[in-house]
C-alpha cells in the first residue's frame, strides 16, 4: 500500500501564492509519473501538470507561466509552486502517481485532496 499525503493549501487573495507539497510513502519499487489534478465545485477533475521520474513537465495551457512542478526523487516528493493565483483556480488539488510496488507490477494511486481557496 501506498499513501500521498497533500500539504500547503489554504486560503490566499488574487495574486498571492501557494506551494503545495505530495510525499509518497509506502512500499515503492519505484515511481513513474507524478502529478497534480484539481477539482472545483461541480466540474470534473482536470489535469494541472505533470512531472516524469526523468523531470519532463506538462503542464494544462491554463497554468502555463503561473504554476511550476518539481520533483525530489530521493524523498519521494512533488512540489507545486502556484503564483499569480486566480478565483478560478479554487479547487480541490489532488496528487497522482503511477508506483510500481515491484519490478512487475505498477498502479496509479491518489492523494486525499488538498484545498486551495483565492479570494478575489
Known amino acids: 500500500q501506498v499513501q500521498l499525503v497533500e500539504s500547503g493549501g489554504g486560503l490566499v487573495q488574487a495574486g498571492g501564492s501557494l506551494r503545495l507539497s505530495c510525499a509518497a510513502s509506502g512500499t515503492i519499487f519505484s515511481i513513474n509519473t507524478m502529478g497534480w489534478y484539481r477539482q472545483a465545485p461541480g466540474k470534473q477533475r482536470e489535469l494541472v501538470a505533470t512531472?516524469?521520474?526523468?523531470?519532463?513537465?506538462e503542464y494544462a495551457d491554463s497554468m502555463k507561466g503561473r504554476f511550476t512542478i518539481s520533483r525530489d526523487g530521493a524523498k519521494n516528493t512533488i512540489y507545486l509552486q502556484m503564483n499569480s493565483l486566480k478565483p478560478e483556480d479554487t479547487a480541490v488539488y489532488y496528487c497522482?502517481?503511477?508506483?510500481?510496488?515491484?519490478?512487475?507490477?505498477?498502479?496509479?494511486?491518489w492523494g486525499q485532496g488538498t484545498q486551495v481557496t483565492v479570494s478575489s
Open positions: 497522482n502517481a503511477k508506483i510500481s510496488p515491484s519490478r512487475f507490477s505498477s498502479y496509479f494511486a
Open positions: 512531472i516524469t521520474s526523468g523531470g519532463s513537465t
